[in-house]
């Protein structure tokens, strides 16, 4: 298991370094989509690459991650106002939208308002959701961009700055480049747990 985690590592540093940018923004992409791929094990190695080899910059990292994000954010957006709740709940099992992740994005967004958009970009489950709820409400578009933008950017930079930290580690310096997704592994978990404590739990009241 611990060699194959590395061949991956290894494999995505390779594609970053032909890859660039478009490869940030892809995955990013598909992070902020039904199709949730973990930021956490997105950005730290890019920023990684970039501090030890300087092929990137950490601010074109964190732009790259912020267009993808507000892009596959934009896409679920537009798809939840197009298609609309009943089509949703209706189909949305064919895309990994469960009528329960339905209503637990409705939740959150009726509790948490606007504020929730640019939340909603640091905290896992949710991340990926947000737009649901608002293209079903038809939320003013550029006021949701701006939200998502704001909070992706944010949160991307947390990430470049957890990479760098990783890479002025030591062992990492000398090949060890998976405990990078390992530490993002680890700030996965302490979100996961936050989300439980302060937003899953609160849904859930609010559901009684």
């Known amino acids: 298991m611990h060699d ?6 290894d494999w995505y540093l390779h594609s970053l370094e032909s890859g660039g940018y478009l490869l940030i923004v892809l ?6 989509t039904f199709l949730p791929l973990p930021s956490e094990l997105i950005i730290p190695p890019a920023a990684h690459l970039a501090y030890t080899k300087g092929d990137m910059s950490l601010l074109g990292i964190v732009i790259a991650g912020a267009i993808g994000s507000w892009l596959g954010a934009t896409a679920m957006y537009w798809f939840s106002r197009w298609a609309g709740r009943p089509l949703l709940l209706k189909f949305g099992k ?3 939208l469960s009528p329960e992740k339905i209503a637990k994005a409705e939740r ?4 948490y308002g606007n504020f929730g958009i640019f939340a909603s970009r640091l905290l896992p489950v949710v991340r990926h959701l947000i ?5 079903i409400v038809q939320m003013n578009y550029a006021r949701f961009s701006l939200y998502t933008v704001v909070g992706s950017a944010l949160w991307c930079g947390v990430l470049c700055w ?3 930290k ?3 580690n030591e062992a990492l310096m ?4 998976h405990s990078i997704t390992l530490w993002a592994v680890g700030l996965l978990g302490v979100l996961a747990v936050v989300y439980y404590l302060f937003v899953h739990r609160q849904m859930q009241s609010d559901k009684k």
Not at 108 to 111: E, F, V, Y
Not at 131 to 135: K, S
């Open 162 to 164: 957890l990479g760098v």
């Open 131 to 135: 737009g649901i709820p608002a293209g």
């Open 108 to 111: 959150w967004a009726a509790h």
């Open 94 to 96: 064919y895309f990994l």
């Open 27 to 32: 995955l990013m992409f598909i992070e902020s």
């Open 4 to 9: 194959l985690f590395k061949q991956l590592i």
């Open 174 to 177: 000398k090949g060890e480049l």
């Open 166 to 168: 990783a890479g002025q």
